[in-house]
Every structure is written in C-alpha cells, then in structure tokens.
C-alpha cells in the first residue's frame, strides 16, 4: 500500500558528501517515522538515522555531527545528507516508514521499505 523509492546514492571520494532521497507514495494519511538503515556486506542491517513527525530525531554514534536527517512531512519525503564520508560508510541504504497511517483511524500493520541505494566510498 505504500511504495518507498530511494535516489542519491552512487561512488564518493572519503571526505565527500552524497545526499539521499526518499519518497512514500501511496494510500497515505500521515507517517510517524521515517528514517534510513544501512546494511554493509557481512554485517547486520543498522540504524543509521530516524525523524518522526513530532521532529524527534535519532542517529548511530558513528554518524552523529556528519550525517543529517530532515523530513519535508508535506510531500512525505525523508532526505539524509551525508558529509565527510569514510571508507565504512560503504553500504547499501535503505529507508522506511514507520507508523504509517492510512486514514484517521487505520494503521499499516507493518513498516514500509524501499528497494536501498548503494554508497560506496572510496578513492
């Protein structure tokens, strides 16, 4: 019922900056939280950050004062700017959605997940 299409990923030098896109689409009243996760080759699938609609927000230690998440609620969007990338940011992105209301009364039953975008950087 509701579809999640990342955009933004792609290959950077260290140091640089990438900015993810995600927008929600579908039977859609209001989302609670929206975020990204990523998910490097061998290991397991980590929080990386999180808004709600409240503006509440979320992030791993390894990204806090380099990445930043902002929602634009309106067109029920999550974005994440990524500065001073490192080598271990490498990993594939995805987003969900969370708490995500199809009217005033109806709630999904379960999170939404987009396909995931590739990060990789290096030199």
């Known amino acids: 019922q509701v579809q999640l299409v990342e955009s933004g990923g792609g290959l950077v030098q260290p140091g640089g900056s990438l900015r993810l896109s995600c927008a929600a689409s579908?039977?859609?009243?209001?989302?609670?939280?929206m975020g990204w996760y990523r998910q490097a080759p061998g290991k397991q699938r980590e929080l990386v950050a999180a808004?709600?609609?409240?503006?509440?927000?979320n992030y791993a230690d390894s990204v806090k004062g380099r990445f930043t998440i902002s929602r634009d609620i309106a067109k029920n969007t999550v974005y994440l700017q990524m500065n001073s990338l490192k080598p271990e940011d490498t990993a594939v992105y995805y987003c969900?959605?969370?708490?995500?209301?199809?009217?005033?009364?109806?709630?999904?039953?379960?999170?939404?997940w987009g396909q995931g975008t590739q990060v990789t950087v290096s030199s």
């Open positions: 579908g039977s859609i009243f209001s989302i609670n939280a």
């Open positions: 808004k709600t609609i409240g503006g509440s927000t």
């Open positions: 969900y959605a969370a708490g995500v209301k199809t009217g005033l009364t109806t709630r999904l039953k379960n999170d939404s």
